[in-house]
């Protein structure tokens, strides 16, 4: 008895949506279509008022960037710059900003952005030690996540430009917040060679909650050089092996973006 | 440490790159006068040119075809860096500078004005589908064979080549950023054979060869003028033609919209009648706004072009569906018959084609033609899209056009050119005037005496029928046998086709209202189904103090409310 209610049921529901299916087609055929509308009006508004462009009021852009890190050797009773390896770190960050254009030459802004910072030490151990002296590690990272806010001031030097970033200078600072950071110890072979063993340690203590510096950028339009000089130091001295080791201050890469 | 040095490397690379970027500005630099310069047209200008200006009334030189004068191009070339060039209509050279040095220019007293040049062209080609279509190199496939027919023959190219219309004493210009293989390839066989390529120069180079590069020229020559297998690809078959490389269409800082300035010169004083570019200089310097036909130095150069008695037919662009939206110069400017997209798989404008009006409210596109073309790539056909390829159909159909009735002065072509227009005298912002029509010059319509729209006024509303005995339904984006959809080649279901009809233009009805400032205020397309119904209905008073105007088949209604 129940099944016949359900098939009943079933055939009085297609037989509903095949009526409706048929009535809408029916409608579909028998009226005339648009296949094309344009109000002049709202076109020209959409054309001629919009602020929002690269070089209009408002704009706002996305990029990705690549970056390593440097600094000039000091290493005395206050200070030592942490040796690290040229090609063995590296940062990529990926971001958005908003741009304020104050007139033809002047804009301001601010980016936000996710970065992953890795330093690889040239001297193994010197951070910290090494913790587990029966493996024989040959290379050991420092690694940083974090996410930050870069606000600038943009100069640009093209008389005549149309919507498009043109050539500029920025001046700015930045302020991170590194929520993730790592240490990573690695056996390999040689240069390129495969990875035998890695150790990694989570949730150091030994960085600070913030960073903050300087920036400054040479943008090619879409394509922009920049450097960043970071104020403050990464690490708490009384974490680590040597008070005073800082790492590398300089960050200086190139980003692409629109 | 070791690696400050890789850190100064980079430094020194990106100081040095800058620094050589602002030291080496580009600049025009316009002169006072021409005083006490001599001029011999007849030494200067090739025969045809004096032909060209004599035909039209038009007087052999004046103060614009004037050289420029060598004590002021040899002040300024003490101080600049490099002098690229020189137009002569401006009264103008083209310079490498440095500020210092430009500032310097500046304060020289045969110096008038200083413009920076910083631009970038955008060819009017989009989407690249460019696949080779090996259907086509063996001939075997009627589908493709029907695509290359139809992109002419949707304008009437049998009509013209029966009256031998092909171009025959014209001399067509092209403006592209290169044309590689055009010296080898069987498609402009023809055209080599009887030694009909005039001239060849290359304004980013500085010198004749132009047979390589960028193949965008290679393929909207082809839609000019080009063959397969003795299917004209374009109309202007017999015409003789000058090639101008004049963009590099590659990424870099300047470009060569001076390039485009120095060709129009170029294609005058060695007798051009008709100038084609598919090319467009939109966001990289200029805003919307400034697409009136008077800011930019391109647009100004075309119309200029247009008072020496050359047609300059230039596409509309590609901004259709992007951000820019509405023509590019030189399109922008008066003169200039600019050419949209015409979607043949829908029978009407194309997506991506630019819209008008110009900035300053002018009617543009003047025409439309088929967008996406069969063309002669650089190794082979292609199947490919763009305005660029409409603007050489035209370029080809106005030539051969005057070719055949060259009592006709340039802005006389140009209005023949709209009133061949399949919507003619009905216009919108899309289409202008609709697809140029041979027809237009042959047959002699007689009115029927009876205008199939219907218009009903009621006392708050407006209705729009169409005569019943008129009435065409419309089903498809476009009839393919009987019924049904015409696709796309990159669609399965036409790769199944193994015949395909010529394309036709769909009969939709278009209208649009027009405010008391001879702006539209909006336009319509509308495909009919149900000739039982009304085709539209409009509120009285949103309509009142416009007119109106309906359009369906070759006929025209046209009220002020």
């Not at chain 2, 602002?22 to 006490?36: L, R």
């Not at chain 2, 049998?158 to 390839?185: H, Y």
């Not at chain 2, 003047?366 to 063309?375: D, G, L, Q, R, Y």
């Not at chain 2, 159909?397 to 005298?425: I, R, T, Y």
Request: some cysteine; overall charge negative; glycine content about 8%.
């Amino acid at each position: 008895m129940k099944n016949n209610f359900s098939m009943k049921k079933s055939i009085y529901i297609f037989v509903l949506l095949a009526s409706i299916n048929s009535f809408l087609l029916n409608q579909k055929l028998s009226a005339q279509v648009s296949v094309m509308s344009v109000d002049v009006q709202k076109q020209n508004i959409r054309i001629y008022k919009n602020d929002f462009g690269p070089n209009k009021t408002h704009y706002v852009g996305g990029y990705i960037s690549f970056a390593f890190a440097f600094d000039a050797p000091i290493d005395n009773e206050y200070e030592k710059v942490i040796d690290t390896e040229f090609w063995g770190g590296g940062s990529f960050d990926i971001g958005m900003y908003y741009k304020f254009k104050l007139n033809h030459f002047f804009a301001l802004g601010s980016d936000l952005y996710f970065s992953s910072q890795s330093y690889r030490l040239g001297e193994l151990g010197s951070v910290t030690p090494i913790p587990i002296t029966s493996i024989d590690f040959n290379r050991e990272w420092f690694s940083v996540n974090r996410f930050g806010i870069a606000p600038w001031f943009r100069i640009n030097v093209n008389k005549r430009r149309g919507n498009h970033l043109g050539n500029f200078i920025d001046l700015g600072g930045f302020v991170n917040w590194n929520f993730a950071e790592s240490q990573r110890y690695a056996v390999h072979e040689g240069a390129f060679s495969t990875r035998k063993a890695d150790l990694i340690v989570r949730e150091l203590d030994m960085f600070n909650d913030y960073d903050y510096g300087f920036l400054f950028r040479l943008g090619l339009n879409k394509i922009v050089f920049f450097s960043e000089f970071r104020w403050n130091n990464l690490l708490i001295d009384e974490s680590i092996n040597t008070p005073g080791s800082i790492f590398p201050r300089f960050r200086t890469g190139i980003r692409i973006g629109s | 440490m070791k690696h400050i040095k890789y850190v100064a490397l980079l430094i020194f690379a990106i100081l040095y790159f800058e620094g050589n970027t602002q030291e080496m500005n580009k600049y025009w630099v316009f002169f006072t006068d021409k005083e006490g310069v001599e001029f011999d047209p007849y030494a200067y200008f090739d025969p045809l040119a004096i032909e060209r200006r004599k035909k039209q009334n038009l007087p052999l030189y004046d103060n614009s075809d004037l050289p420029l004068r060598e004590d002021y191009i040899s002040f300024v070339e003490n101080v600049v860096d490099s002098i690229k060039g020189h137009s002569r209509w401006f009264n103008a050279i083209c310079v490498f500078a440095s500020e210092e040095q430009i500032d310097k220019v500046k304060n020289l007293p045969c110096v008038k004005e200083i413009e920076s040049i910083e631009s970038n062209v955008q060819l009017a080609h989009r989407n690249e589908v460019d696949h080779l279509l090996e259907a086509l190199d063996n001939g075997t496939n009627n589908a493709y064979i029907n695509l290359v027919k139809s992109q002419t023959e949707l304008m009437g190219i049998s009509k013209m080549r029966e009256n031998n219309w092909k171009g025959k004493g014209m001399r067509i210009a092209i403006f592209d950023a290169g044309f590689p293989n055009v010296d080898i390839l069987d498609a402009f066989e023809h055209i080599r054979e009887r030694n009909g390529i005039k001239a060849t120069f290359d304004f980013v180079k500085n010198n004749p060869e132009v047979y390589r590069f960028n193949a965008h020229g290679t393929m909207t020559f082809s839609c000019v003028a080009g063959m397969y297998k003795g299917i004209p690809m374009g109309f202007a078959t017999d015409a003789e033609f000058l090639l101008a490389r004049t963009e590099r269409a590659t990424f870099e800082k300047f470009s060569e919209e001076e390039g485009w300035v120095m060709a129009a010169e170029w294609a005058d004083k060695n007798g051009a009648h008709v100038i084609n570019s598919s090319l467009g200089y939109t966001n990289k310097r200029y805003f919307q706004n400034q697409m009136d036909g008077k800011s930019s130095l391109v647009s100004r150069a075309a119309n200029k072009a247009a008072k020496k008695g050359m047609l300059v037919v230039n596409s509309a662009g590609n901004e259709g569906s992007g951000d820019w939206k509405i023509i590019g110069a030189p399109a922008d400017a008066d003169s200039v018959l600019t050419v949209g997209g015409f979607n043949p798989w829908t029978g009407m404008h194309t997506e991506f084609g630019s819209y008008g009006p110009t900035a300053d409210g002018r009617m543009k596109p003047n025409v439309t033609a088929v967008s996406s073309v069969i063309a002669q790539g650089k190794n082979g056909y292609e199947s490919t899209q763009g305005t660029s390829f409409s603007s050489p159909l035209v370029a080809g159909f106005a030539a051969a056009f005057w070719g055949a009735n060259q009592e006709l002065k340039v802005m006389e072509v140009f209005d023949e050119m709209c009133k061949s227009g399949h919507l003619f005298p009905y216009f919108d912002y899309a289409h202008g005037f609709g697809v140029p029509q041979a027809a237009a010059f042959f047959d002699t319509i007689a009115p029927s005496g009876e205008n199939p729209i219907h218009i009903v006024e009621g006392e708050d509303e407006v209705f729009a029928y169409i005569l019943p005995n008129y009435f065409v339904p419309h089903f498809g984006t476009f009839n393919i046998e009987g019924g049904g959809y015409f696709k796309h080649p990159d669609d399965s279901e036409y790769r199944t086709h193994s015949s395909v009809p010529l394309m036709e233009i769909p009969p939709f009805f278009y209208w649009h209202t027009e405010s008391k400032d001879h702006q539209l205020r909006e336009y319509h397309v509308i495909q009919l189904r149900n000739p039982d119904e009304y085709i539209m209905k409009w509120d009285k008073a949103k309509i009142k103090g416009k007119i109106l105007r309906c359009y369906y088949r070759g006929n025209m209604y046209e009220k002020q409310f």
